[in-house]
């Protein structure tokens, strides 16, 4: 590993990192895993464990998929701790804020699936409402993009992955007349999130938020909306609701790992995309580690 002191992090990923499969390995393995799936289930109201192992229509369902990706990524960050691993500082992109929050202590894992459920339900309801899309950009700057769009519809950024690497959310017809101009990839969602195609969303899912049974996180937070460590608690709810309408601040926030003098992230559940995104805006100053897998649990013994 590194001579250096470790100081770990967790990061969680949001929807559109779900694979096929994902968390069954563990499942299998671990009962308290697969409780996390049955809890899926019943808030999603499908077999999410044939969902995982078969996919279907459902796999590309909002409501489905973020209680589902949820309870997985909940589910290793549950052994982890229970092995000892435990990070100092947690984050989460866009839905993995749920999951963030759980694992820094503040909600149970079964609350935060409830959640997931209430939030995925509410943004497929308004893309139903608001037909929209969104495109990943690629460029030190999407303005010009921004203005060509905004001829034809309403768009905006709707995160900040990294240096070169945005995501814009909109009407279709907006995000046709970028991609026709520019270089971008279409993203396989069902609307326009971080966007005020969510707005309508936005009061009742801090209701929910601020109902649940919520106490101060243990280790720390670091918000989407603002990149920062969450200073009060008191303030998460309305965070976690805005992120709907706002864009995700994740240059920021990982910013935020490196100031803290973070050596090790590990990206929990589906990985791929995550660690990706560390690589690029930390590069070498820390270590990047997949954790998903029973494999991959015990590869990382070392770390408790």
Avoid: Y
């Avoid at 808030?43 to 990706?69: E, H, K, N, S, Y």
């Avoid at 899309?133 to 921004?146: E, H, R």
């Avoid at 969510?198 to 801090?206: D, G, I, N, P, S």
């Amino acid at each position: 590993m590194t001579d250096r002191v470790t100081r770990l992090a967790f990061v969680f990923c949001g929807q559109g990192a779900e694979v096929p499969r994902m968390g069954l390995d563990l499942a299998e393995h671990v009962p308290a895993a697969r409780a996390l799936l049955d809890r899926a289930s019943a808030v999603a109201g499908v077999d999410v464990p044939r969902v995982l192992a078969m996919g279907g229509t459902d796999f590309q369902r909002t409501a489905v998929i973020q209680p589902m990706l949820t309870a997985v990524t909940l589910a290793v960050s549950t052994e982890l701790a229970r092995r000892g691993v435990r990070p100092v500082l947690v984050a989460g992109h866009s839905l993995g804020e749920l999951a963030a929050w759980s694992a820094a202590g503040g909600i149970t894992a079964s609350t935060a699936i409830e959640l997931a459920g209430v939030r995925g339900r509410l943004m497929e309801r308004e893309a139903t409402r608001h037909p929209g899309s969104m495109l990943a950009f690629g460029g030190d700057d999407p303005g010009a993009a921004l203005e060509l769009g905004r001829a034809h519809g309403e768009v905006v950024v709707a995160a900040h992955n990294a240096r070169d690497e945005w995501t814009l959310a909109g009407d279709r017809r907006a995000l046709g007349a970028i991609a026709a101009r520019f270089p971008t990839t279409r993203i396989p969602v069902q609307g326009a999130w971080h966007s005020p195609a969510m707005a309508a969303a936005v009061q009742e899912l801090e209701a929910a938020l601020r109902a649940a049974s919520a106490v101060p996180p243990t280790i720390g937070l670091v918000a989407n909306r603002t990149g920062e460590l969450v200073e009060d608690p008191a303030t998460i709810p309305a965070l976690l609701a805005g992120q709907l309408v706002r864009p995700i601040a994740w240059v920021r926030t990982l910013e935020t790992f490196a100031a803290a003098s973070i050596t090790h992230v590990i990206a929990v559940g589906p990985s791929k995309v995550m660690r990706g995104l560390v690589r690029k805006n930390l590069g070498a100053r820390v270590t990047i580690l997949a954790a998903e897998t029973v494999t991959d649990l015990d590869a990382l013994a070392e770390l408790a």
